[in-house]
Structure formats: C-alpha cells, structure tokens
C-alpha cells in the first residue's frame, strides 16, 4: 500500500512467467528476464534510486535492441524495417522521458514505467520478438538438418 495515495502496489509490474514471455531462446529470454527485473525495481525505487535505474534501463534497452537488431541482419530477417523501427521508436521514447527524469521530473517518468511500458512488452514479446525467434529456431532446424544430410552423405 502507497502510505500517500492508499493506492494497493503489487510487488512487481511485470511478473515474468515462461509461458507468457519465453521465446525458447536463451539470449533472447536471459535479455528480457533483465529487462523485466529492472522494471520491477523501477517501480519500487525511490527518487534517486529511480533516477539511477532509469538511466541503467536507456543502457540496457540499448544494447538490448542492438542484440536483436544484429541477430535480425546477420540471419536475414524478413521482418527487419518494422522491427528496427519500433525499437527505435521505443529508445527515442526512453531516452526523452530520462531527461525529463534527470531534471528530476521523477511523476513523467513514474507513469511511462507504470502505464506504458508493460503493455507495450507484453504486445512486443508476442508479436516482434516472437516472430524473430521462430525465424532463428528454423534457420537453426535447416543448418541442424543441413549438417545431418551431410554427415550422411560423407558417411
Ligand atoms: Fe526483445
Ligand atoms: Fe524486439
């Protein structure tokens, strides 16, 4: 319970559960259990802790992105511009709302953490990103049964 607002806080925003967030791949999944934990220590931070967290989070979507974005190219990914482009919409989103919070404008950056970002997970998770990892676990499949046919061959 707020002790200000009476307003009843859950322990976590974002209560990671495998079968509603894993993706069967272990960088992808390992990135996003993360990034999850930071926003769950989000929302409980006090100010400056919050302040330091939300910096940490730019950091960590950052590289996050990144991750995807050169899995996505090196694999040929179909999908690439749309994907690309929502993650830079996220991180161009991220970076204003941690201005706004470095000039200690704490409430603004509060509410996107609260309203805003686990909805946007969620609908990312099932749609972007699974899609990503259903592509890697079939080139993954091709190349296994590639090396199988192969080794069948040499033998
Ligand atoms: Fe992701
Ligand atoms: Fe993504």
């Not at 967290?53 to 090196?74: I, P, R």
């Not at 919409?89 to 970002?117: H, M, P, W």
Request: aromatic share 10%; glycine share 2%.
């Amino acid at each position: 319970m707020n002790a200000y607002t009476g307003e009843v806080i859950k322990p976590e925003l974002i209560s990671w559960s495998d079968k509603e967030h894993s993706l069967n791949v272990d960088r992808m999944d390992d990135t996003h259990k993360e990034f999850t934990d930071l926003i769950n220590k989000l929302y409980i931070a006090p100010d400056e802790e919050f302040r330091y967290l939300f910096d940490k989070l730019c950091n960590h979507t950052e590289k996050h992105f990144s991750q995807e974005n050169e899995l996505m190219l090196q694999t040929s990914f179909p999908a690439i511009a749309e994907h690309v482009d929502e993650h830079r919409r996220i991180l161009a989103e991220l970076n204003q709302f941690n201005k706004r919070v470095k000039k200690g404008l704490y409430s603004f950056g509060r509410a996107y953490i609260r309203d805003t970002i686990p909805q946007w997970f969620s609908l990312h998770i099932i749609t972007m990103d699974s899609a990503l990892a259903a592509h890697l676990k079939n080139r993954q499949s091709a190349a296994h049964n590639q090396a199988a046919a192969s080794t069948l061959e040499i033998t």
